[in-house]
């Protein structure tokens, strides 16, 4: 069973473009969480998400921030008109019902 | 969210047997304590999780005070592998896919 699966693994953007973060998740699993990891500091929680239904995105930045877990495909975080600050490690992480959030190896952005 | 507070790091000799502790003194009644580790750019990695009993797995022990107040998690031979941030995080057994909260954890180090 292939684990949390998330491309690209890094990401590099200049400053006003658009950066998309992929995330599929484990098989059978249908809850999606995406967290941020700024440099030297620990995970902050933005977006759960379940199939096609945004559950809680009391963590995400109110602009230019969106996230979609369609019925087919992966999860998908966008951030448009990326700036320096956005500039991080982006987990995401799934779960099978209310049990144990199992881990990407991320995608690192950077911005130019 | 009900919070956990660590130490900010420990270090431990390889092969010797490596307590760390967290404190949970405002856990309720239905919060789980979860323990992740993350390796230096990896995700976090599940390690183990408890209600009120100690628990045991392949990679740890779980030790929790009778009060639930205060928990340990027990790395019985540590190794170089070993060397992580380990994050104690409390989740409500009855909240609908909760998100976890992270801290900064504790950041070990093993020593050859």
């Known amino acids: 069973n292939a684990g949390v699966m998330q491309n690209p693994r890094h990401l590099v953007r200049r400053r006003g473009q658009e950066a998309r973060l992929r995330c599929s998740p484990m098989?059978?699993?249908?809850?999606v969480y995406w967290y941020r990891q700024l440099p030297e500091e620990g995970l902050k929680f933005m977006v759960y998400?379940?199939?096609?239904?945004?559950?809680?995105e009391s963590g995400m930045p109110k602009e230019r921030f969106s996230a979609e877990f369609p019925k087919e495909g992966p999860s998908i975080l966008r951030i448009q008109q990326v700036v320096r600050g956005d500039s991080a490690a982006y987990f995401c992480?799934?779960?099978?019902?209310?049990?144990?959030?199992?881990f990407g190896p991320g995608t690192r952005l950077t911005v130019t | 969210d009900a919070k956990t507070t660590q130490p900010n790091s420990m270090e431990s000799n390889e092969e010797e047997p490596v307590h760390l502790p967290c404190n949970h003194s405002?856990?309720?009644?239905?919060?789980?304590i979860h323990w992740y580790r993350q390796l230096p750019s990896q995700g976090p990695e599940y390690v183990i999780h408890?209600?009120?009993s100690n628990v045991n797995n392949r990679m740890a022990s779980l030790a929790i005070a009778e009060d639930r107040k205060s928990s340990t998690l027990i790395l019985h031979r540590a190794t170089l592998r070993d060397a992580a941030v380990y994050y104690c995080?409390?989740?409500?057994?009855?909240?609908?896919?909760?998100?976890?909260?992270f801290g900064p954890g504790t950041r070990l180090s093993v020593l050859p």
């Open positions: 992480a799934s779960s099978p019902w209310r049990d144990e959030q199992y």
């Open positions: 098989k059978g699993h249908s809850h």
């Open positions: 998400l379940q199939k096609e239904n945004i559950i809680d």
């Open positions: 405002t856990i309720s009644g239905t919060d789980y």
């Open positions: 408890g209600l009120t």
């Open positions: 995080i409390l989740s409500d057994r009855d909240n609908y896919g909760q998100n976890f909260v």
